[in-house]
């Protein structure tokens, strides 16, 4: 297969998912980043644990868990990985002002986790969202992208702008 052919289409134009078997395995991890930019009394408010839905942060967190787990029903051709960790860590931004959401995934296995990181922030952000919607109808969810990645024969990549986090 040359190097600028697709990957998840077949000669005859079929989506596919790749074949991963001949791969060796090995440790890889993904970042991904996302933000939820709000009013400064929507924030101070979740801040304040004042959401009538609850915890916000919480909630949100475990949502980004329970999706980066998900992410083969979710995405197509994305293989089920046996994850070994997933963080999402949720931090308030006052200068935004909003929250901003890091997911990081991490597997030893034959494919990457690009994808389960940025699920991951994706609903997490979206959990924020639906969290805290009755306060705050206008907020926007902005920035979702991969911020870094490592394994694999593509090796260590940082996105422009960031630091490398210790794995």
């Not at 034959?110 to 990181?117: L, P």
């Amino acid at each position: 297969m040359s190097g600028d052919s697709l990957t998840h289409i077949d000669e005859s134009g079929a989506a596919r998912m790749v074949d991963v078997s001949g791969k060796a395995e090995s440790s890889r991890t993904a970042r991904a980043g996302g933000a939820v930019i709000m009013d400064k009394a929507t924030l101070a408010a979740i801040l304040a644990g004042e959401a009538k839905k609850g915890d916000v942060v919480g909630v949100a967190r475990i949502a980004g868990i329970m999706a980066a787990k998900r992410t083969h029903e979710l995405i197509p051709l994305c293989h089920p990985l046996a994850l070994s960790k997933v963080d999402v860590d949720i931090v308030a931004d006052h200068d935004l002002p909003g929250l901003r959401v890091t997911a990081t995934a991490k597997v030893t296995g034959q494919t990457g986790v690009e994808m389960e990181a940025l699920t991951a922030a994706s609903v997490a952000c979206l959990t924020i969202y639906d969290m805290a919607k009755a306060i705050d109808r206008g907020m926007r969810i902005t920035d979702i992208r991969l911020l870094e990645k490592a394994g694999g024969r593509s090796g260590h990549w940082v996105a422009e702008g960031e630091a490398a986090a210790a794995k």
